[in-house]
């Protein structure tokens, strides 16, 4: 099979290659001596990956802490099932799924990947395999965020920084519809399109003062740094700054502050792709290259607005 494949961390984007990797075996996955439980081979329809993977030790290293170069970056998928291991349920060779897959294996920029079923989600035949692909992260990220460590009810309001990225726009379309007054920010170029995706106001982080914004219930942070902690002042009492940004010091000075990272969740998937469904949520896709074309991709030479899908089969 093609793949993509990374072997020299100092190297980086320049050590990313294009080459050809054996296909994972679905006979000996669906045995019992060769089973690994749970897992399924996913033929690839339509990858993402998240920009700086190769900054990720996970990329380089297993649990473990043991070399696994070479890798194959990735982790956002919609594809086929093809094979299933010995005693996994709730998929089905044939089904199409999308879904999220380990930061320690090898990853979806391949024709074929080997996840865990549990990873995975059933994919509408409604729903294109690049929409899919590009709902992953971005809707995960953007859920958990908003929902699960941020705890966003009706009535509530939220500062989105970033709205008009890939992040950002999915976590400002999912706080609408949640009945939550939306705060973007970004840059001015940018105004429109946050807007367009459901902001009720917008911050231009370089001009407007971000101190001035009134007290929020919660900020999404998708940047980190110096914006994470001015935007600790804008947090009203009892009030939560979630990033996604890692660790930092920003607190609000009578709330609480949460860095977390995404996690696969199947449920959560299925929420999320009803409401492309029934038109109440729209995906943020930039550009769209092959497999071919996909380590130019990985490194682009200018700025491009929206997700980079990778479409593995045509």
Not at 85 to 110: E, I, K, P
Request: with cysteine; hydrophobic share 45%; net charge negative.
């Amino acid at each position: 099979m093609k793949a993509i494949i990374v072997t020299d961390q100092a190297a980086g984007t320049a050590g990313m290659k294009l080459v050809e990797r054996p296909e994972p075996q679905g006979a000996a996955l669906a045995s019992l001596s060769g089973a690994n439980y749970g897992d399924v081979v996913v033929q690839v329809h339509a990858s993402g990956f998240t920009g700086d993977e190769l900054a990720w030790p996970s990329t380089w290293i297993d649990r473990l802490g043991r070399d696994r170069t070479p890798s194959i970056p990735g982790h956002e998928l919609a594809g086929v099932v093809t094979a299933l291991s010995y005693g996994t349920t709730g998929l089905s060779v044939g089904q199409r799924v999308f879904g999220l897959t380990d930061w320690t294996r090898d990853g979806t920029l391949a024709e074929y990947v080997v996840v865990e079923a549990r990873n995975l989600a059933a994919l509408p035949g409604d729903v294109d395999f690049t929409v899919g692909a590009a709902l992953v992260m971005p809707g995960l990220t953007a859920w958990q965020g908003l929902f699960e460590h941020g705890r966003l009810c009706a009535g509530q309001s939220v500062l989105v920084h970033g709205a008009a990225g890939v992040v950002g726009s999915m976590a400002t379309q999912l706080a609408r519809e949640a009945g939550a007054y939306v705060i973007g920010t970004g840059r001015a170029a940018g105004r429109q399109t946050a807007l367009d995706f459901g902001a009720q106001e917008f911050v231009d982080l370089d001009n407007d003062a971000l101190e001035d914004v009134g007290g929020v219930h919660l900020v999404f942070d998708v940047l980190g740094g110096d914006i994470a902690k001015r935007s600790a002042s804008a947090v009203r009492a009892g009030g939560t700054l979630v990033t996604i940004a890692g660790p930092t010091e920003a607190r609000p000075a009578d709330g609480r502050t949460i860095d977390f990272v995404v996690e696969a969740n199947r449920a959560q998937l299925s929420e999320i792709v009803q409401r492309v469904r029934d038109g109440r949520l729209r995906t943020n896709i930039g550009t769209v290259a092959t497999l071919d074309d996909a380590v130019a991709a990985f490194n682009p030479t200018e700025r491009r607005p929206g997700k980079t899908i990778i479409r593995v089969r045509p």
